[in-house]
Nanobody, 125 residues
């Protein structure tokens, strides 16, 4: 079974940057589409960013476009989310997600099969 473990969350001030990391195991990493979701207090989970198997396609939600950057290192089975210019509304639990590419990258942006445990990001003002 695919396992995903996030790290790098913490407490920062508005305008700061933070990089989240996700370590994957239990599958052939380079064959999976990867991504990030988040859940803010009192809200439903929402899509943040995704990255294709080769890393050539990276869709983002409009809320984070231009501020966040997703990347992956297939040699290390790692995916990252670099968050810049953080805002208080970015406060949420961030989840690493993964899915087979059999259905295309759209699957990992909507209903990914595998989820990490989440890491808390808190942005103060």
């Amino acid at each position: 079974q695919v396992q995903l473990v996030e790290s790098g969350g913490g407490l920062v001030q508005a305008g700061d940057g933070l990089r989240l990391s996700c370590a994957a195991s239990g599958g052939i990493f380079r064959l999976y589409d990867m991504g990030w979701f988040r859940r803010a207090p009192g809200k439903e989970r929402e899509f943040v960013a995704a990255i294709s198997r080769s890393g050539d396609y990276t869709p983002y939600s409009d809320d984070v476009k231009g501020r966040f950057t997703i990347s992956r290192d297939n040699a290390k089975s790692m995916v990252y989310l670099q968050m810049n210019s953080l805002k208080p509304e970015d406060t949420a639990i961030y989840y690493c997600v993964a899915d087979s590419d059999l259905g295309g990258i759209v699957v990992v942006t909507t209903t990914p099969k595998y989820w990490g445990q989440g890491t808390q990001v808190t942005v103060s003002s």
